[in-house]
């Protein structure tokens, strides 16, 4: 299962208080609490606003009129094409999000929101990183298609590198090593979920850290492989069941006869 990123406002000491508490509560689960820090009065944030909503539908399987406003409020505030751009991209993840979980198929608007939003944010813009790792996530889970699932992550993780946005690598770094572990690159899978999870605890993103734990413990051999997935269900009650689609991995092995 794949789940969405968004720039890393808010995880070092001297960002703007606002954004260290939208980031405090986005990463404790919390997303319609730090959407409630933003009043959609401008157009960066009602975007981010729109973005935690989508983002909690992604990981709750809940609060899809909740997303869908707040996404036509970004678009109707949206002048600038980056703005549009970003706006697309918000609505191409969330018709992903309600086609991965079975809530309606909406892979079609999914891929021409995607495109849309390619049309409208410059190669090299800051958030193209996350459109190409988002395009990536349509090609591996709608399309199947792992090649150009992997073309697309690796284009992510250089646009994330070159803007420093952290939080965006640890996903390129958990979805790069999906591919490499279902290909029987066992070294680099291992390599790159220990990265992923390196970055999202030392950022505090804590309702990212159980998927990462778990995705580790799929690299690893035993006993180190069950110490991952009991850590990981310590962090998934911790946080009410979030994200809901983690419980059948974490699911205790069936007793022996």
């Known amino acids: 299962m794949a789940h969405t990123a968004m ?22 689960a919390c997303w319609a609490d730090a959407a409630a820090l933003l009043p959609p009065t401008t157009p960066a944030a009602a975007l981010q606003r729109a973005a935690l909503l989508v983002e909690r539908c ?10 869908e406003d707040a996404l ?4 109707a505030l949206a002048h600038t094409d980056e703005e549009r751009g970003a706006a697309a991209c918000e ?3 969330l018709a992903y999000a309600a086609t991965l979980h ?16 390619a049309a409208l944010i410059p190669p090299g813009a800051a958030g193209r990183a996350l459109l190409d790792f988002r395009r990536g996530l349509l090609a591996e889970n709608l399309a199947h298609a792992p090649q150009a699932a992997r073309a697309a992550y690796r284009r992510a993780h250089a646009g994330a590198a070159a803007h420093a946005d952290t939080l965006l690598l640890s996903f ?4 790069l090593a999906g591919l490499a572990l279902r290909d029987g690159e066992l070294a680099e899978a291992r390599n790159g979920f ?14 990212g850290t159980a998927p990462a734990l778990v995705s580790l413990a799929d690299a690893e051999t035993e006993p180190e492989a069950s110490r991952l997935r009991e850590e990981a269900r310590r962090l998934f009650r911790l946080l009410g069941g979030v994200p809901t689609w983690l419980e ?7 007793a022996t006869a």
């Open 102 to 117: 079975g809530v309606r198929d909406r892979a079609d608007e999914a891929r021409a929101a995607l495109g849309r939003a």
């Open 172 to 175: 390129t770094w958990r979805h």
């Open 194 to 207: 220990a990265e992923s999870l390196r970055i999202r605890e030392e950022l505090g993103y804590l309702v």
């Open 248 to 254: 059948p991995r974490l699911a205790p092995p069936a």
């Open 91 to 93: 609505r191409g993840q």
């Open 7 to 28: 720039s890393g406002t808010g995880t070092t000491s001297d960002d703007d208080p606002l954004q260290t508490a939208v980031w405090r509560l986005r990463s404790r």
């Open 72 to 75: 036509r409020t970004a678009e």
């Open 58 to 67: 992604l990981y709750t399987e809940q609060g899809w009129e909740d997303a």
